[in-house]
C-alpha cells in the first residue's frame, strides 16, 4: 500500500512539474516559436501560453521592436575613380517571426553583405561630387533594394542612412581648399556691397544735407527780404520828416565808408537822399570815384559834343 502511494505521489508531483514546465509567458513587444517533433507548430505572441513539454519546443526570443545596427565602413570606388570609405545605419524591424528564424542563417549578417554590395553598385553609378550631395538618394534607393531583398526573411526595413562619407585624404584637402576659397570670394562679395551701400548712404545723407542748407538759405534770404520789405514800408507808411531822412543818410553814407571801395561819391546835398542812393548805385556798378559836381560836368561836355 505504502508502495502505490508512492508511486501515485510520484506520477502526481510529475504531472504537477510538467504543467509548470509548459507554461510560457511572452513580454510585450516580443515573440516565441514553437516547434513541435522538430516541425514548426505556432508563435507565441504577447501574454500567458501552455506547451506540450517535451514535445513542443520553443525557440529563441524575437524582438518586434526596431532595431538599429551600425556596420563598419566599406571600401566604395565612385564613377570618377575615387575610393572612399562609408558606413551605413539601418533600422530594421521583424515583422514575422516564423520567416525570421527560418527564411535565413544569420540575418544581421546577410542585411551587412547586401547593404555593402548594394552601396557598391549605388555609388559606382555616381561621381565624388554627386555622392557627398545626393545622399537622401542614395538612402532611399539602398532601403528599397533592402527591403524588398529581405522580406522573404520577415524583415522590414525602415531606413537606412549613409553616417560616414570619407574621401581619400589628398581629396580632404584640395575640397577644404576650395571650400575655403569660396568662403573668402563670398566674404569680399558681402564686404564689397557694403561698401557700395555705405557710400551710398553717405552720397544720400550729404545730397539732402546740401538741399536742406540751400532751402533754408533761400528761407532766410527770403525773411530777410520780406523783413526789409516791410520795415521800408513801415517808415513810409509813418511819413518821416527831413531830419530822419538826412541821418538815415548819414549812416548809409558811414557804412558805405567802412567798405572796400575806394571811391565815394557825396552828394552836394546830404538832405537829396534820393540823389545819395541813386550815386551809390552808381558807383557800385561802373566803380567811379567822381563827385556830383564833376559828374554834372562831365554831363555838360557829353551834350556839347
Not at 53 to 58: G, V
Not at 175 to 191: F, G, N, P, V
Not at 271 to 279: E, K, N, P, R, Y
Not at 286 to 298: A, H, I, N, Y
Request: net charge neutral.
Amino acid at each position: 500500500m505504502g508502495i502505490v502511494i508512492a508511486v501515485v505521489c510520484i506520477i502526481a508531483l510529475a504531472i504537477i512539474i510538467c504543467l509548470f514546465a509548459g507554461i510560457k509567458i511572452v513580454q510585450q513587444s516580443n515573440a516565441i516559436t514553437v516547434e513541435r517533433l522538430g516541425k514548426y507548430h505556432r508563435t507565441l505572441d504577447t501574454g500567458f501560453h501552455w506547451i506540450i513539454p517535451f514535445i513542443d519546443r520553443c525557440g529563441k526570443v524575437i524582438s518586434l521592436k526596431e532595431q538599429v545596427v551600425d556596420f563598419p565602413p566599406q571600401p566604395v570606388i565612385t564613377k570618377d575613380n575615387v575610393t572612399m570609405q562609408i558606413d551605413t545605419v539601418v533600422y530594421y524591424q521583424v515583422v514575422d517571426p516564423k520567416m525570421y528564424m527560418y527564411g535565413v542563417e544569420r540575418p544581421i549578417n546577410a542585411i551587412e553583405n547586401l547593404t555593402a554590395t548594394t552601396l557598391r553598385n549605388i555609388v559606382g553609378e555616381l561621381e565624388l561630387d554627386e555622392t557627398l550631395t545626393s545622399r537622401d538618394v542614395v538612402n532611399e534607393k539602398i532601403r528599397l533594394i533592402l527591403d524588398e531583398a529581405t522580406a522573404p526573411w520577415g524583415i522590414k526595413i525602415n531606413r537606412v542612412e549613409l553616417k560616414n562619407i570619407l574621401p581619400p585624404q589628398d581629396i580632404q584637402e584640395a575640397m577644404e581648399k576650395q571650400m575655403r576659397a569660396e568662403r573668402e570670394r563670398r566674404e569680399a562679395i558681402l564686404r564689397a556691397e557694403g561698401e557700395k551701400k555705405s557710400n551710398i548712404l553717405v552720397a544720400e545723407g550729404e545730397k539732402a544735407a546740401a538741399i536742406l542748407r540751400a532751402e533754408a538759405q533761400k528761407i532766410a534770404l527770403e525773411t530777410e527780404a520780406e523783413g526789409q520789405a516791410n520795415a521800408i514800408k513801415l517808415i513810409i507808411d509813418a511819413k518821416p520828416d527831413t531830419a530822419y531822412i538826412t541821418l538815415q543818410g548819414y549812416e548809409a553814407l558811414k557804412a558805405l565808408a567802412d567798405g572796400q571801395s575806394t571811391k565815394i561819391i557825396v552828394p552836394s546835398d546830404i538832405q537829396d537822399v534820393a540823389g545819395l542812393f541813386t550815386s551809390i548805385a552808381e558807383t557800385l556798378k561802373t566803380g567811379d570815384l567822381v563827385s556830383p559836381k564833376k559828374q554834372s560836368s562831365r554831363a555838360k561836355k557829353t551834350d556839347n559834343k
